[in-house]
């Protein structure tokens, strides 16, 4: 069980380039998630899934998409990066009544 | 997040003195769950509580869930230079877990040995 996996673990990209975040996770749990976290500012959402093909918004979803075409991966896609997009991003899957578990996360930096 | 107080902000103790680190909701609570991460690393489950007056604990860290005042508390006894990191509670606001947990900013946590 490998439980919650992303790749890469570290990106440098260039403003205006686009780049997808992988998260993948083997427990066949219905909820997905994506946070960023930046310095003093704890998790914010992205976007989440309830199942696949299903997808909503978070509180930060400018700039970033997602789709959820099977139960199993849950890829997020910067379009167009921006220095604002820095920061790390946490993937994260739950069934009801649990907790969510979290991937060991991605360090983006947008020069 | 402002739906999620965590206080205090940040928080220096004594090795072996006890600690409380509190969170607050402002709206109904579903779910409170706390998370432990150190610097640069990814998020550890600690515990959920799901009902008001529910208490867990595991070794010497305690979480209690007081439904009325919409808060949890964290406490850790006898602190060790191990309990040094980013402690973090998150809850579903609103509504049921739907993987859209709300977290708050965090505490961050330094035993001096």
């Known amino acids: 069980n490998a439980g919650v996996t992303q790749t890469p673990k570290f990106q440098v990209l260039k403003t205006g380039q686009s780049m997808t975040l992988q998260c993948a996770q083997d427990?066949?749990?219905?909820?997905m998630s994506w946070y960023r976290q930046d310095p003093g500012m704890g998790l914010r959402l992205i976007h989440y899934?309830?199942?696949?093909?299903?997808?909503d918004q978070g509180e930060v979803p400018n700039g970033y998409n997602v789709s959820r075409s099977t139960t199993e991966d849950f890829p997020l896609r910067l379009l167009s990066a921006a220095p604002s997009q820095t920061s790390v991003y946490f993937c994260?899957?739950?069934?009801?009544?649990?907790?969510?578990?979290f991937g060991p996360g991605t360090r983006l930096t947008v020069l | 997040s402002q739906e999620l107080e965590q206080s205090p902000q940040s928080l220096i103790v004594q090795e072996g003195k006890n600690l409380t680190i509190n969170c607050t909701s402002s709206?109904?609570?579903?779910?409170l769950y706390w998370y432990k991460q150190k610097y640069g690393e990814g998020l550890i489950f600690l515990m959920m509580?799901?009902?008001?007056?529910e208490e867990k604990s595991h070794e010497k860290i305690t979480a209690k869930l007081d439904e009325k005042k919409q808060q949890s508390s964290l406490h850790i006894t006898a602190s060790q230079p191990s309990h040094a990191g980013i402690y973090l509670c998150?809850?579903?606001?609103?509504?049921?877990?739907?993987?859209?947990?709300?977290f708050g900013d965090g505490t961050t946590l330094t035993v001096k040995p």
């Open positions: 899934s309830v199942g696949a093909g299903i997808t």
């Open positions: 709206k109904t609570l579903y779910g």
């Open positions: 994260a899957s739950s069934s009801s009544y649990t907790e969510q578990f």
């Open positions: 427990m066949n749990h219905e909820y």
């Open positions: 998150g809850a579903d606001i609103g509504s049921t877990n739907a993987g859209k947990s709300t």
């Open positions: 509580l799901q009902k008001g007056g």
